[in-house]
């Protein structure tokens, strides 16, 4: 069977939306190549209702495994040997960090081959096919498998979830596997900690992102707030500051952050790296400022200036006053 | 102790980095620095024997790659790995990322390590990938994207910034840890420590040395095959602003906001 297994990643009573865009993807390509979209659940304790509801995005079989939460290794004991007993071509992920190391650790088990940062998928004659930019996005390789199974690691928000579907006769099947003793190495001990202020960046429809370029924690009160204030916006940060201590949790864009598209992205300091990019590129207009003519982030910006941040922002604060005539 | 850290030399990040029409692969002639973000790796094992709470008996820096890759051998080495391991052949040129986790595992298994340490991407290629696939080769619990690493009695306390937040994981050694960027600053060696380098032992080994089945690596051994190359889509090239005066700067950032209705 050309059958397509995927991972569906939850937290609570949700389940994640790459996750749900993966399994969209997976039931789209299944038509194609002639096989159906299983999906995997992994937890403590996992309720009826969360599996019966990932039908909807097109799994027409739910796996329920029970091991531990928020960890690679036991879902890729769970995955292996589904794939080894069941026979599934594909294992499809959507973007994340553990998507990543699930994928990475069925390459190894399985002698696979494996793909990440992919942005579609293509079916060719009953086979997918991986289209993966690579080199900061300036070029784009389409990858085919040598034998079974093909690992599929998608970029953040690459594929879109389809919650469409009539999931009522979604088969939910509970699976007992053994977990391998290195995968019993690792305990969570606290999850999901939120660490600095609340924040709500996703609604803004003005957003002033500070990046490492700011050179201090400092930079995000001395120029970021005053300018997304007079703009009447909301600060965002990457996940380098973010990681330093410099700023919220919550204000994060990227690939563990959020995702926003707000009418105005304006990036101070901030080089563009593709785990940001992710995060941003759907904004509707893109400000990029920074010192560093090379940096990535002007190959993708709609107006980008070159200069000491330090100098413009200030300046650029006041001016925007002045004409909003805040 | 014995701490092994992977590491990679990649294209400068100011050379303009090209693949090969002809092999499907990198062009890999303009190659010549370590990993940015192996350098907090090394780091990371650096400060567990300085910590004093393991006692490491050994770092050692190991890379696969082609002759010149030496050189990255050199730089870990000057800050502070005490020996280097470099595997190279030409039957390994062309793998994917499932023949070269598998071809450094073999390398690592031979060392036994405590703890392996890599950084959690490489400037050019295989993202996040190479560390999870190493760990389930040594069967070794593994993680990535460490941002803190705190050691216990036989036991690494690592936190990381997952989908949901910062997770804390306890881990067994032996491990494998990837870390990223925000861990530590790297240190910058002493120029004592960059003319030592060279002097320091560099085991250069073939696949048949590590016990690596030839069937398994190289273009042939992969389970990838790259069917195409293209351009990325056309987009449109945005504007660009050299700031020399700033007043000036800052009047054409407000007509640019202005003409699209930014400023209302």
Known sequence: ?326 | MKICVLVKQVPDAAVEKRVNESTGRLDRSGEKNLNPFDTHAIEAAMQVKEGGKADVEEIVAVTMGPDNAQRALHKAVSLGADRSIQLTDDALAGSDVCATGYALAKVLEAEAPDLVLLGQQSDDGECYTIGAVVADHLKMPSLTQVIKMDVGDGSLRCERQAEYGYDTVDIALPAVISVGDAINEPRYPSLKAIMGAKKKQLDRKAIADAGIEPDRVGAEGSRTSVEAINPPPPKQAGEIIEDEDTNETVEKIVAWLDERKLLA
Request: aromatic share 6%; with cysteine; proline share 3%.
């Open chain 1, 1 to 326: 069977m050309s059958g397509i297994l995927t991972y569906a990643l939850h937290y609570g009573s949700e389940i994640n939306k790459n996750s749900t865009g993966a399994i969209s993807e997976a039931a789209r390509l299944a038509t194609e190549i002639g096989g159906e979209a299983h999906a995997v659940v992994v937890g403590e304790d996992v309720s009826d209702e969360l599996c019966q509801s990932i039908g909807a995005y097109g799994a027409s079989k739910v796996y329920r495994a029970r091991a531990p939460e928020g960890l690679a290794q036991p879902v890729v004991d769970v995955m292996a040997k589904l794939i080894s007993d069941r026979g599934y071509s594909y294992a499809l992920f959507g973007g994340g960090l553990l998507g990543f190391e699930i994928g990475a650790g069925l390459t190894a088990r399985l002698s696979a081959g494996v793909t990440m940062e992919v942005t579609d998928v293509k079916a060719v004659d009953g086979k997918l096919v991986a289209v993966r930019p690579i080199l900061q996005d300036s070029s784009v390789v389409d990858s085919g498998y040598v034998g079974e199974p093909g690992i599929i690691i998608g970029r953040l928000n690459a594929f879109e979830a389809d919650g469409s579907q009539d999931g009522g006769s979604t088969e939910v099947e509970d699976v007992e596997v053994e977990l391998s003793e290195w995968s019993t190495k690792a305990t969570m001990v606290a999850r999901g900690e939120q660490r600095g202020a609340d924040v709500n960046i996703e609604d803004a429809d003005v957003l002033v992102a500070g990046g490492r370029g700011l050179g201090r924690a400092d930079g995000f009160a001395e120029l970021c707030e005053p300018l997304a204030e007079a703009l009447g916006g909301a600060v965002a940060a990457t996940r380098a500051v973010v990681d330093a201590g410099w700023y919220s949790y919550s204000a994060q864009i990227g690939q563990t952050g959020k995702t926003v598209a707000p009418k105005l992205y304006l990036a101070a300091g901030i080089s563009g790296a593709i785990q940001h990019k992710v995060g941003m590129q759907g904004a509707e207009n893109i400000v990029a400022i920074n010192k560093d003519p090379n940096a990535p982030i002007f190959e993708f910006s709609d107006l980008g200036v070159v200069g000491d941040l330090n100098k413009i922002m200030p300046k650029l604060t006041e001016a925007v006053r002045a004409r909003r005539g805040g």
